[in-house]
């Protein structure tokens, strides 16, 4: 039997409520299989401010270090917003990151057919759409040095090494090994220098992948294709900030931002979440689309773990209930038998991922 230590943070508004449904998938999925789980809670956000004083206690980032993977919720809401910077949850999240060196996010974008009408997009465009952007995580805009917010002039710096470049584009070329074969590298090279270098870095690393074909796109070009047409894409390579934007516009070609998951990777430990927020206006309802993490859970077992039985035990448990019609209520309008609750879909979820 093998034994994972799985971390947990929970974090805020939602963020409680849909990991207490992937823990419940997690363990029907461990039924069957020759792998067990154990779970320890760490704090993060808003919730580890009001306790602690701080939205990323110390022990957090060891109990995240000592563990096989860690599988996080959401984290933010209203009542932190004017807190200085680095007390917000935000800088909780973007502190773990950087202390777990978690530099490559991917964000894959798959379109569930049943739900191809829950797109704002016509279905011909969105239809069959499979894309993953790969965002570096630990570097440009969010971490560049120098930054200042003096009270008539503020800064922030895009800034990128080399090696940072070489590693993510490696990712991205290895991703695109195991899909399409096509990587499409966003910067904005007519402008900023450090695009330049993003692009000449990414054409010598493509070097070493003749069996991937490389484009380049300017980001303002990209974030217009990205909705005139998805399906030209396969892994789309891109930096922090340019990453976060068109990683939030390519969610909504599958019309419900609570399907997708997310990985973060880099350093010993990866991270797995669900990329909406902690939705703290239908918090504690019992309404919230437990799938993105259900599925982030699935994607900690197949990249963290090795375990990719389990994993396609929980992908199809997840498919055949969006078959079947069963829906959340964020979703209820497209096909639906059968509106749930997160703890009911939760638990439809475990027992088909349990056979
Ligand atoms: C994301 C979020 C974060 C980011 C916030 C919460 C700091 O928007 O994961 O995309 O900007 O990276
Ligand atoms: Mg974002």
Same mark, same amino acid.
């Given at each position: 039997m093998k034994k994972y230590k799985i971390a947990i943070i929970?974090?805020?508004?939602?963020?409680? @409520?849909?990991?207490?449904? /992937?823990?419940?998938?997690?363990? /029907?999925?461990?039924?069957n299989s020759d792998c067990e789980f154990s779970y320890k809670e760490y704090l993060m956000g808003g919730n580890a401010y009001e306790i602690t004083g701080d939205p990323l206690p110390h022990e957090t980032i060891e109990g995240c270090k000592n563990s096989d993977a860690v599988l996080f919720g959401a984290i933010g809401g209203e009542q932190w917003d004017s807190l200085p910077r680095d007390k917000r949850p935000e800088s909780g999240l973007l502190r773990l990151r950087a202390a777990l060196d978690l530099y490559a996010n991917f964000r894959p974008v798959k379109v569930y057919e049943e739900l191809v009408d829950a797109s704002t997009l016509k279905r011909e465009v969105v239809e069959g759409v499979d894309l993953l952007v790969m965002r570096e995580l630990t570097g440009g805009l969010y971490f560049g040095e120098p930054r200042e917010k003096g009270e008539d002039k503020a800064f922030n710096? !895009?800034?990128?090494?080399?090696?940072?470049? $070489?590693?993510?584009?490696? !990712? /991205?070329?290895? =991703?695109?090994?195991?899909?399409?074969?096509?990587?499409?590298? $966003?910067?904005?090279?007519?402008?900023l220098e450090v695009s330049q270098l993003w692009r000449e870095t990414v054409e010598e690393v493509a070097k070493d992948y003749p069996d991937v074909s490389l484009s380049h796109m300017y980001v303002d070009n990209c974030a217009m294709q990205l909705v005139r047409d998805p399906k030209q894409f396969d892994v789309i390579l891109t930096g922090n900030i340019f990453g976060d934007i068109l990683s939030d516009e390519a969610s909504m070609i599958s019309g419900s931002i609570g399907l997708l998951p997310s990985a973060s990777v880099g350093g010993v430990?990866?991270?797995? @979440?669900?990329?909406?927020? =902690?939705?703290?206006?239908?918090?504690?309802?019992?309404?919230?689309?437990?799938? /993105?993490?259900?599925?982030s859970a699935s994607m900690m077992l197949r990249f963290a773990l090795g375990e990719v039985e389990a994993a396609d035990k929980i992908d199809r448990a997840i498919d055949r209930v969006l078959k079947e019609g069963y829906r959340t209520k964020d979703i209820s309008s497209f096909g639906a038998k059968e509106i749930c609750s997160t703890t009911e879909i939760g638990s439809i979820i475990a027992d088909y991922a349990s056979k």
């Open positions: 929970k974090g805020d508004g939602i963020g409680p @409520e849909i990991i207490d449904e /992937a823990i419940k998938v997690l363990d /029907a999925v461990s039924i710096t !895009m800034v990128y090494s080399k090696r940072e470049i $070489v590693r993510i584009a490696k !990712m /991205a070329f290895e =991703s695109a090994q195991k899909r399409r074969q096509k990587v499409c590298s $966003v910067d904005k090279a007519n402008v430990v990866g991270l797995y @979440e669900p990329i909406h927020g =902690s939705a703290p206006d239908i918090t504690g309802q019992g309404i919230a689309n437990p799938i /993105a993490t259900i599925a």
